[in-house]
T-cell receptor, first 114, second 113 residues
Framework: NAGVTQTPKFQVLKTGQSMTLQCAQDMNHEYMSWYRQDPGMGLRLIHYSVGAGITDQGEVPNGYNVSRSTTEDFPLRLLSAAPSQTSVYFC?????????????FGSGTRLTVV | AQSVAQPEDQVNVAEGNPLTVKCTYSVSGNPYLFWYVQYPNRGLQFLLKYITGDNLVKGSYGFEAEFNKSQTSFHLKKPSALVSDSALYFCAVRLINDYKLSFGAGTTVTVRA
């Protein structure tokens, strides 16, 4: 099925652990991005990419790394998890970097850091 | 810089009544504007967008929104709300020449039978 696939759906980490949230799309979308959703704060942009090999920081990039080695994949790495990173994470993609065709979101990863 | 404000945390309406969810934005240029809906424990679903052209935009599930440049608003409307419209609604904005999509804090809509 065409769309944005995120794995895992749920994850519990201990403080200081590292992990990678996976995001893959099969729509040949140029643009991909990561958001975190926290109650009362909407979605905040962590990192984004306008094509393979090109990434940039969003609003809340600290503590997260990304890379875009292929058009399809855009993994988000938590280097040393902290309780403040407890959140729901969404990956989104768009056909073009302009976003004129809209954005497709994955179903999310719920992360708890204890 | 760009920002989005959704002034109402919650909107409550009776089924069959008109539904309006407010959104105002602040950008230093021409915006692209979007509305998304999120049902519990689900991802965001696209409702409609304004890119250019007609200020009245029609979208999915009977929703529409009007782009008002002078008031910098993009309110979401539905003439007759359904119980199934109960969800969390997000307004989002980006500049035409930027790559960052910014979201409002969201408005929870409850439609009572």
């Amino acid at each position: 099925n065409a769309g944005v696939t995120q794995t895992p759906k749920f994850q519990v980490l201990k403080t200081g652990q590292s992990m990678t949230l996976q995001c893959a799309q099969d729509m040949n979308h140029e643009y991909m991005s990561w958001y975190r959703q926290d109650p009362g704060m909407g979605l905040r942009l962590i990192h984004y990419s306008v094509g393979a090999g090109i990434t940039d920081q969003g609003e809340v990039p600290n503590g997260y790394n990304v890379s875009r080695s292929t058009t399809e994949d855009f993994p988000l790495r938590l280097l040393s998890a902290a309780p403040s990173q407890t959140s729901v994470y969404f990956c989104a993609s768009s056909l073009t970097r302009t976003g004129a065709y809209g954005y497709t979101f994955g179903s999310g990863t719920r992360l708890t850091v204890v | 810089a760009q920002s989005v404000a959704q002034p109402e945390d919650q909107v409550n309406v009776a089924e069959g009544n008109p539904l309006t969810v407010k959104c105002t934005y602040s950008v230093s240029g021409n915006p692209y504007l979007f509305w998304y809906v999120q049902y519990p424990n689900r991802g965001l679903q696209f409702l409609l967008k304004y890119i250019t052209g007609d200020n009245l935009v029609k979208g999915s599930y009977g929703f529409e929104a009007e782009f008002n440049k002078s008031q910098t608003s993009f309110h979401l409307k539905k003439p007759s709300a359904l119980v199934s419209d109960s969800a969390l609604y997000f307004c989002a904005v980006r500049l035409i020449n930027d790559y960052k999509l910014s979201f409002g804090a969201g408005t929870t809509v409850t439609v009572r039978a």
